[in-house]
């Protein structure tokens, strides 16, 4: 088990150019969380997925963005027309939810993207 | 909406001082109040508080949660350098939304040696 696995670590593009992060959950999960993370703020939830359903999108989450989780395993979180705004740290979380419990609810590492 | 305040935003001890952390919450259909310590990349789990007025304690950090009074509380004590960090509590909610947790602004916490 090597964690929440997120990648690239690092993005740096210009106004206008589309982007695509990936998130590979811990592998026994079957929810995955995406949330957004601006300089002096706690984490800001974006949306999730049981298994490949999304279930819930924020209000956040404008018609730019989208998310993916094609087979239940791992998560693709793409952002079109990319705005100096979205410059935040992106992060990624799985968890166990089973009967009334939800368990290991762990991060991923974050992709930090910078728009210029 | 949900809310979660945590405070102080900040706080510069110096080694071996005593910190309490503050975290009160609003939330629709609470279901349990967690604590992560974020550095410089992924937050990591201390603590998730599902019953009021029982401690939970590892190590120098303890925490506590009054679902009556709404609000939660994060110990350290006898700090140390590497306690510097930021501290995070959220609150999760039931029903359709279990899971998506709610965040506070975090408290930033120095500690000089």
């Known amino acids: 088990d090597t964690g929440v696995s997120q990648n690239p670590r690092h993005k740096i593009t210009k106004r206008g150019q589309n982007v695509t992060f990936r998130c590979d959950p811990i592998?026994?999960?079957?929810?995955l969380y995406w949330y957004r993370q601006t300089l002096g703020q706690g984490p800001e939830f974006l949306t999730y997925?049981?298994?490949?359903?999304?279930?819930?999108k924020s209000r956040l989450l404008s018609d730019r963005f989208s998310a993916e989780r094609p087979k239940g395993s791992f998560s693709t979180l793409e952002i079109q027309r990319t705005e100096q705004g979205d410059s935040a740290m992106y992060l990624c979380?799985?968890?166990?939810?089973?009967?009334?419990?939800?368990?290991?609810?762990?991060f991923g590492s974050g992709t930090r993207l910078t728009v210029v | 909406e949900d809310k979660v305040v945590q405070s102080p935003l900040s706080l510069v001890v110096h080694e071996g001082d005593t910190v309490t952390l503050n975290c009160s919450y609003e939330?629709?259909?609470?279901?349990?109040l967690l604590w992560y310590k974020q550095e410089k990349k992924a937050p990591t789990f201390l603590f998730m508080l599902?019953?009021?007025?029982i401690e939970k304690k590892s190590g120098r950090l303890s925490s506590i949660l009054d679902k009556k009074e709404l609000f939660s509380i994060l110990n350290i004590t006898a700090t140390q350098t590497g306690d510097s960090a930021i501290y995070l509590c959220?609150?999760?909610?039931?029903?359709?939304?279990?899971?998506?947790?709610?965040f506070g602004q975090g408290t930033i916490l120095t500690v000089h040696p």
């Open positions: 979380a799985s968890s166990l939810v089973y009967g009334q419990g939800i368990y290991g609810y762990t």
């Open positions: 599902t019953s009021s007025g």
């Open positions: 592998s026994e999960h079957n929810r």
């Open positions: 939330v629709t259909n609470f279901r349990s």
């Open positions: 959220a609150s999760n909610a039931g029903g359709t939304s279990y899971g998506k947790l709610t």
């Open positions: 997925f049981q298994n490949e359903a999304q279930l819930e």
